[in-house]
Structure formats: C-alpha cells, structure tokens
C-alpha cells in the first residue's frame, strides 16, 4: 500500500468552511445581559425539570432509537403522523441530516443571505455549493430572484421565517407563490425556529402545507419558544419517502433520554409557553416602539430579536454595548442582532441605542 504522506489529510474543502460564531457569553463572575443568541429568558419550566429528573434514573440504558413517544407526540401537534417526523440533536443537526440525505458534490442549494450562519456551513458539509441571493434592502428574502436562482443542479431552497439576523417573516401567500414557482423535484426548506413569535396576520404555516407540497420541509425547534436552547432538540416534518431518508443518515441516538422526556414535557405545557411567548411578543413590541421613537429604521421584527443595521459602526457598538453590560451579536460591517430579554436589559439596551443616537446627532459619530 502506498502512502504518500505521514500524517493524516482532512477532506480538503474541511478548511474552507465558514465558522459558526456563537453569541458572546459574559466572562465568568460578570454580570452582563446575554442578548446575543435569540435564547428565551426564562428558566426550565418545574414541569420540565421535574421530566428531566425522572427520566434521569434511566440513564443506564440507551435511549429510544426511534423517539417514539417523541415524534407521537409531536405529529399529534402538527397533525401529521409520527412517520412524518425526524428528530436530531438540535435542528441544525437535523438540517444537516436533511442535506446530507439529498445533496451530492456540485450540487447547488439556494439561500437568502444574509441569514442563519449555519446554513452555508451545513451545505458545505453536504458537500453541496450555497448560492446566496440577497435578502432585500427591508432584511426580507428576494422570493423572485431565489426562484431565478433556481437552476437544474438546484437540490434545495432554504427559507428562514423569521429571518435570523434581519427580523422580516415571509407570508403564508408568499410561500405558497414560491412553492408554485420552484420545481417540485427541488426540496424546499421552511426554517420556522421563530415562528411562535409571528404576530402576521398571515403568517406561515408550514405543517398545513405538507399534504399538498410533496417537496416541503419544515424545520422547527426546542431552542427558541420553548425556551431549552440548552437541550438540543429540533426536528423536520417532511413526507414519509423523504423522512425515511432523512432518518437513515442522522446519528443514531441522536436526541438523549433526558432531551426527549423534557420536549414532550414542553409540549405538555403549550399554555405556560404560549404566556411566555406573549410576553416577549409585549416586550418585542416595546423595544421596537422605543427605538423608532430614537430614530432608528429597524426591520419588521417577527422573531424574539430586532436587527440595527449599523454597518461599519457594527463593532463600535456592539464593544460599547458589552461595556456597559449588554452582550449583543455583531455581524461586522453590516449590523448587530440583539436579542429580546428580560425587561431590564432591554431597557439598559434602549438606554444604550438612545445614547447612541444622541451621540451621532451631536456629530460624534454617524448613526450607521
Ligand atoms: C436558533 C435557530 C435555530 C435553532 O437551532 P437549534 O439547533 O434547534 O438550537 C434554527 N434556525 C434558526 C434560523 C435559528 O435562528
């Protein structure tokens, strides 16, 4: 056997993938605002917690490798059968598992940009090319010219409603337009890790679409309104051929024991979640007000964060920001992201984006 070389070669593309920046957690010690990666603000739910300690003397034994209950229980939700539904570690593992079960090398899978980070990462993974269109000028996706961009090595489309950093949700007629448009041999993947915040009249509604649109995925999650980022729980719902496919490239044992006692006990508690998530929806609504009463031109905020696009002020703000005790996400030379928390970080935000704009009106410095 010949060997070329001593030392082990990574696959080669391995180095050219784009990082995944997670939002900043504050030093140990230090009292900061954590606004920085969309997570709730409240903590586990009793009834939670309660699950996770019962389900914790088991620990011995594996898992359910099928998630059972789990995906019973979350079929029963969406109104789908639990053959319909594939849970992973967190719904970016399951968006890679969905790529990875499609895409082949040259393949091409279009995306609003900028959007999730993790989406050019998990394409790159699939071995798949992203072809980016730009989200226009209000942080929305380009619905026409990602149709166009639509070619025949086109595998996906990938649509995030909410769009995670710019705020903007697309309508359930946008959706159904865009799904008129693209070819049904291309998967099209609704991202909805936002979509309990949604305060649209018609806002999406992805699950309700499935029986018509045989190319529809929708990926949703624990992470965000049912407040266990911790956990990592998310999952898709896709027809049956394409869920087969998906389960057969993820993880085995892939969602812990713990993780899934604790979702279905999430899911249990739909009310007490339903009265966090109006809160934050109040407190969304507040932030907003505030700061177009400052001055600022936010984009139509739909998720549980509001997006200042601050360009090359990005850092500048986002250092001052941590200075006095709020951590947001920085998207250098276009903008920070901050998240929707507790209402007194919120209002140390406010106080901080007021100031900010007194500063620029004073000649200080340029708001954007
Ligand atoms: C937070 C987020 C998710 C959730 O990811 P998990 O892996 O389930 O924590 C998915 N999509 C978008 C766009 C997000 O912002």
Redesign the pocket.
């Known amino acids: 056997m010949a060997t070329k070389s001593s030392s082990v070669r990574l696959r080669p593309d391995v180095d050219t993938l784009p990082s995944y920046v997670p939002g900043e957690r504050p030093a140990p010690g230090r009292q900061l605002y954590k606004l920085s990666?969309?997570e709730i603000a409240f903590p586990p739910l009793t009834a939670v917690s309660a699950a996770m300690v019962d389900a914790a003397a088991d620990l011995n034994r594996y898992p359910d490798m099928y998630a059972t209950e789990l995906t019973e229980a979350i079929g029963e939700k969406f109104g789908v059968g639990a053959e319909r539904v594939t849970v992973?570690?967190?719904?970016?593992?399951?968006?890679q598992h969905v790529l990875t079960a499609v895409c082949e090398p040259g393949d091409e899978v279009v995306m609003a940009w900028r959007?999730?980070e993790?989406?050019p990462i998990s394409v790159q993974v699939a071995g798949a090319r992203a072809v980016q269109v730009p989200v226009d000028a209000a942080g929305r996706h380009d619905l026409g010219a990602m149709a166009a961009a639509v070619t025949d090595r086109t595998r996906a489309v990938l649509l995030?409603s909410?769009?995670?950093?710019t705020g903007p949700a697309l309508t359930q007629t946008e959706l159904r337009e865009f799904l008129a448009a693209v070819p049904a041999s291309v998967m099209v993947v609704l991202?909805e890790?936002?979509i309990d915040f949604v305060t649209l009249l018609d806002r999406t509604d992805g699950p309700a679409l499935l029986a018509d649109h045989k190319n529809l995925v929708v990926?949703?999650?624990?992470?965000?309104a049912y407040g266990l980022?911790g956990l990592?729980?998310?999952f898709a719902l896709a027809r049956r051929r394409l869920t087969t496919g998906f389960r057969a490239v993820s993880t085995p044992f892939g969602v812990n024991s713990m993780a899934m006692a604790a979702a279905r006990a999430a899911l249990r508690a739909d009310e007490q979640v339903r009265g966090r998530v109006a809160e934050v929806v109040a407190e969304r609504e507040r932030v907003v007000t505030a700061l177009i009463g400052q001055g600022w031109t936010p984009p139509d905020a739909q998720?549980n964060f509001v997006w200042l696009g601050l360009g090359r002020r990005t850092a500048a703000f986002a250092d001052h920001a941590r200075r006095h005790g709020v951590l947001v996400r920085a998207f250098a030379g276009e903008g920070v992201r901050v998240s929707v928390g507790e209402p007194e970080g919120n209002d140390l935000f406010l106080e901080l984006s007021a100031e900010w704009v007194q500063r620029s009106v004073d000649g200080v410095l340029e708001l954007a």
């Open positions: 990666s969309n992973g570690n967190g719904s970016v593992a399951v968006l959007s999730f993790s989406y995030c909410p769009n995670n950093p991202d890790a936002y990926l949703r999650t624990f992470s965000k980022a990592r729980v998310g998720g």
